[in-house]
């Protein structure tokens, strides 16, 4: 899989549908990728729930894995 068949914020899958999109349903509900602070916060959820962490452990986590994305990388808040 390519990396424009990947979300460029959270990294899922793109559905064929969407190939030409840079971001999934999930980070750009309305075609507009959501804020930083929203996908942090709702990427960080998804993990406690999915993962069973504590939240800190799942920040840190959701950290590390937003600092590989190309939406992301540059962010100040990961810096």
Same mark, same amino acid.
């Given at each position: 899989?390519?990396? =424009?068949?990947? *979300?460029?914020? *959270? #990294?899922? %899958? ?12 999930? *980070?750009?509900p =309305? ?21 069973g ?16 994305? %190309?939406?992301?990388?540059?962010h %100040?808040?990961? #810096?």
């Open positions: 899989m390519t990396t =424009n068949e990947r *979300c460029e914020s *959270c #990294g899922m %899958p793109l559905a064929e549908r969407h190939t030409a999109a840079r971001y999934c349903e999930h *980070c750009a =309305n075609g507009v990728l959501q804020s930083f602070e929203e996908r942090f916060e709702r990427m960080t959820q998804w993990m406690i729930r999915s993962e962490l504590d939240r800190d452990t799942a920040a840190a986590r959701t950290r590390d894995h937003m600092r590989t994305m %190309p939406a992301w990388r540059d %100040p808040a990961l #810096g």
